[in-house]
């Protein structure tokens, strides 16, 4: 007859830790580097205080909206809307490029109109990238030449005058469609 093991006996063994310590050891110092070279980039929006608070009455009751849609392969199309009614006005490429300064003098006639809005609600297509769209924000952000558009100011009623005409920019399709 055979022996029989007793079943009470338990197994033992031995684990081995040294490659997830060996990959911790890895890995730490290139976290640790990478950080090193990651920035963050801000960009300065400060306007005058009679501004930011026209921009601050205005968003509260606004009754002109403007829009603009960006794409890469037909161009720009602001969209403004008053009184319930909408406008389309096509800013249309230049031999396959943007026509930077055509949007530029397009947005300063629209703000020459409605220089009581300073907000743009800009809708871009899936093919423009971040910096395509900081180009087009900084085109719309002051006025063609340093010339003045002039609003009055319905704090005091006095009339003031800026470059600035669309600070404020607020992305209306971030998810996408």
């Known amino acids: 007859m055979r022996a029989l093991k007793p079943r009470g006996t338990e197994a033992t063994f031995d684990l081995n830790l040294a490659p997830i310590l060996d990959i911790i050891v890895a890995i730490v110092p290139l976290l640790l580097l990478s950080i090193a070279f990651v920035q963050v980039k801000m960009i300065d929006t400060s306007v005058p205080q009679v501004v930011a608070e026209a921009v ?76 395509e769209l900081v180009t087009v924000m900084d085109k719309l952000r002051r006025s063609p030449d340093a010339k003045k558009v002039a609003f009055t100011d319905p704090a005091n009623g006095t009339k003031v005058e800026t470059e600035l005409m669309f600070p404020n920019v607020l992305f209306a399709n971030v998810i996408g469609d």
């Open 56 to 131: 601050q009455r205005a968003n509260e009751k606004s009754e002109t909206t403007v829009a603009l849609k960006v794409s890469k392969g037909k161009g720009f199309v602001f969209e403004v809307t008053r009184d319930g009614k909408t406008n389309p006005i096509p800013v249309a490429n230049k031999n396959g490029q943007w026509d930077l300064d055509g949007l530029q003098l397009a947005a300063f006639a629209i703000k020459e109109k409605s220089p009581e809005v300073f907000r743009l609600d800009m809708n871009p297509e899936q093919d423009v990238n971040l910096n």
